[in-house]
């Protein structure tokens, strides 16, 4: 009687497994085997230079690489850019990506956490338009965000970044920095 019920429910769940799975293959949104994967993006070779983080003195890149001061980066390389403040940011310091080949579609500038104006912006927005060039102007944490994310896609995208003056802390950050604290002189194991 044992055998039967375990041989029932091990049926049962090699049915109900069945039915999952191929009713994910035959849907047109999900193409896996029933199974949920992740991707880091930071880790993946293929999507060039990313943003890991970033600090008051400079940035980290995905090859370990670190930039100190203010950044021109690209998909693939990246330059030292020679401003102190988004007050610095004008044309003769933005004419680096106007003689790029190919030419970028979208220009992503990190103002570090300084407030702009409407004027500074426009102003930017309107000499790059010449050139056929997008803009986005935002604070240096986001525009992180949005070049990593339009360079994954293969994007043809170019950021200059300015490190923030002061940095935000959170309650995740506070805790890992404690944790870390209490465990000076553990190893990781690989």
């Known amino acids: 009687m044992q055998s039967i019920l ?24 999900y193409e896996g085997d029933g199974k949920t994967s992740v991707s880091i993006l930071n880790q993946e070779a293929e999507s060039g230079l990313l943003i890991n983080s970033y600090s008051q ?18 998909p693939r390389s990246v330059l030292s850019w020679n401003v102190e403040t988004h007050e610095d940011i004008n044309e003769a310091s933005l004419s680096l990506f ?31 338009r010449k050139y056929r060039i997008n803009v986005e102007v ?8 949005t070049f990593n994310f339009l360079n994954a896609e293969g994007r043809v995208v170019a950021a200059a970044l300015i490190p923030p003056v002061s940095l935000r802390y959170n309650e995740d950050d506070m805790m890992r920095t404690h ?4 465990r000076p002189f553990e190893l990781d194991e690989k």
Not at 57 to 74: C, E, T, Y
Not at 138 to 145: D, G, H, I, R, Y
């Open 6 to 29: 375990g041989l029932r429910t091990a049926l049962r769940s090699s049915i109900v497994r069945s039915v999952h799975t191929g009713f994910a293959r035959r849907s047109a949104a």
């Open 57 to 74: 003195l400079g940035f980290r890149l995905s090859n370990d690489m670190k930039v100190i001061g203010p950044m021109a980066i690209f």
């Open 98 to 128: 106007t003689a790029l080949e190919p030419k970028i579609d979208i220009l992503v500038v990190g103002i570090g956490d300084q407030q702009t104006t409407p004027a500074f912006t426009r102003k930017l927005i309107e000499f790059m």
């Open 179 to 182: 944790i870390a604290s209490s």
């Open 138 to 145: 935002l604070n240096t944490e986001q525009a992180c965000a």
